[in-house]
């Protein structure tokens, strides 16, 4: 059984805000909520599944459940697995509406780690209490910019990649930014601005690393019947795949994510390659989770993502693979520190032709979404989404 | 201009029962690391369980305490630091700090040996690695 065409992404709506002094988290929930229904010409009553992460307030889904009235559910997935959980969760949802356990399903995200002051990415942080790898990682100052740095410093070791290849991630993500209202660094940067900009971990930047903000998003999945009674273009799942890519007992390779697994079996399911994908959302909590994630799915061959990337190929009108055209996390926003949620919004924009003019993909009809949840270099989660406009 | 490591401050380490014995010997100045007796493979960190077979036929072995730094990065803190994975001889690669050391020089595939640093109050010592 595939859910190739089981279900269609209905609804989709990024909140504006990215410092949200004035909101509380189930608050940014409830808006974003209503923005999706609002974008699919739904109503609260409609949503019959509701799928969220740890990072929602309460246990699982129930307290948000609660909180934004939703007394209709009959299917619930609290996944986690970090910030590709929202790009899991479509795939999830597909599931679940291939298999009748729901018709409508939504799927929110939101968080406020600026507005809280939170030390993000340099701060040693543990993911819960009796994690068994804890005592053997928090002491020694894990932190998640230092987990990406290490796989950055073992992938120029071994294949050549450099600061300044890594560096046009950044200057991709930053010419497309410049057309986003609300991204956060609207301005375009140079690769010399890049590598000149302070190390933080070495080989990374302050510009190799995205940023912080609130914020969130929300999705509305549905079955196909309910699509096509919509007034919305329709945007088609058409493969979902997810895998964990663990420290492998001690014998771990830094030099690959997730996307080895996860990738292969989404284009799969979809019936697709690579060569074939028109706009990619491409997870980019740092410019290495970019370039590994694009050689792992396949885009190009493992060790050569510095020199596919380089010379502005992931520009929108300009290279090969348009990525991330809202800005993406190194310029646009990160809400609760976790991207998949925006990485599918704007995947949807571009396939409904609503993408900013200037970095619309003409005629774009398919899509992938890809996320890395965790960290890059010890453990984590990654989940692909492939997407058709029909 | 170098960049020394600095003694810092670590926090108290989260001591279970499944890892205790590597902490006990910790404090005897000795790296222990895991072997499947099922499998006859090392493993790192080290837990109540193989994770090659999921069996509990595991023990605690001694290390050499030599390795080579796999991967590594200087966080550019107030008080530099540098994370790393070491490939231990036996083969596991542990994440872990380089210490004592210029943290400028480091490169991979450089020769370090295990030194144990304390941490606060009564918690065992951390596993830490400095250039042979």
């Known amino acids: ?390 | 201009m170098p960049t020394m490591a600095s003694d810092r401050a670590l926090p108290a380490i989260q001591v279970d029962p499944t890892n205790k014995p590597y902490f006990d010997a910790a404090r005897e100045g000795r790296l222990l690391i895991g072997l499947c007796k099922d499998t006859g493979k090392y493993f790192w960190y080290p837990r109540g369980c193989s994770p090659f077979t999921l069996s509990n036929n595991v023990e605690l072995v001694e290390a050499k305490g030599t390795g080579t730094i796999y991967t590594y990065s200087v966080m550019r803190t107030k008080e530099p630091y540098a994370v790393a994975y070491v490939e231990l001889d036996e083969g596991v690669r542990i994440f872990t700090n380089i210490v004592d050391c210029d943290l400028d020089s480091l490169r991979i595939g450089q020769r370090v040996k295990v030194v144990f640093k304390p941490t606060q109050g009564d918690s065992p010592p951390a596993t830490m690695f400095t250039p042979i």
């Open chain 1, 1 to 390: 059984m595939s859910i190739n065409g089981k279900a269609y992404i209905v609804g989709a709506f990024e909140h504006p805000t990215r410092k949200a002094d004035d909101k509380s988290v189930a608050q940014l929930h409830a808006e974003v909520a209503f923005g999706a229904l609002q974008d699919a010409g739904l109503s609260k009553d409609d949503i019959d599944g509701y799928f969220c992460t740890g990072a929602a307030p309460g246990l699982g889904p129930i307290n948000m459940a609660d909180y934004l009235g939703l007394t209709k559910l009959r299917h619930l997935d609290s996944t986690d697995v970090g910030g590709s959980s929202y790009i899991l969760h479509v795939g999830h949802a597909a599931e679940a509406i291939a298999l009748g356990k729901c018709n409508i399903a939504l799927i929110t995200l939101a968080g406020r780690p600026r507005a809280e002051a939170m030390a993000t990415g340099t701060a040693p942080r543990s993911w819960g209490v009796n994690v068994p790898d804890d005592p053997f990682e928090i002491p020694y100052g894990r932190t998640v910019v230092n987990a990406y740095a290490m796989c950055a410093m073992r992938h120029m070791y071994e294949y050549g990649t450099t600061s300044e290849q890594l560096a046009w991630i950044k200057v991709a993500a930053s010419h497309h930014a410049q057309w986003n209202e609300h991204a956060m660094l609207r301005k375009v940067v140079t690769v010399e601005e890049v590598v000149n900009s302070p190390m933080i971990a070495d080989p990374l930047h302050r510009l190799d690393c995205c940023v912080i903000s609130d914020g969130g998003g929300a999705l509305i999945v549905a079955r196909p019947e309910i699509a096509k009674s919509l007034k919305r273009p329709l945007v088609k799942v058409r493969g979902a795949a997810e895998a964990t890519k663990n420290q492998n007992a001690g014998y771990t390779d830094l030099t690959y994510s997730g996307a080895r697994w996860s990738g292969p079996r989404a284009f799969e399911e979809a019936g697709v390659k690579p060569s074939d994908i028109q706009y990619a959302s491409i997870y980019d909590s740092f410019t290495i989770t970019v370039l590994i994630q694009l050689e792992d799915l396949g885009f190009c061959e493992k060790g050569q993502g510095g020199k596919f990337v380089a010379d502005g190929n992931l520009i929108s009108g300009v290279g090969k693979l348009p990525f991330n055209t809202d800005g993406g996390g190194l310029c646009n926003n990160h809400p609760a520190n976790r991207g998949g949620m925006t990485k599918v919004i704007e995947a949807v924009r571009q396939l409904r032709g609503e993408a900013h003019p200037k970095v619309q993909v003409p005629n774009c009809t398919l899509a992938l979404a890809h996320g890395t949840g965790g960290l890059l270099g010890t453990r984590h989660g990654s989940a692909t989404v492939i997407l058709e406009r029909e």
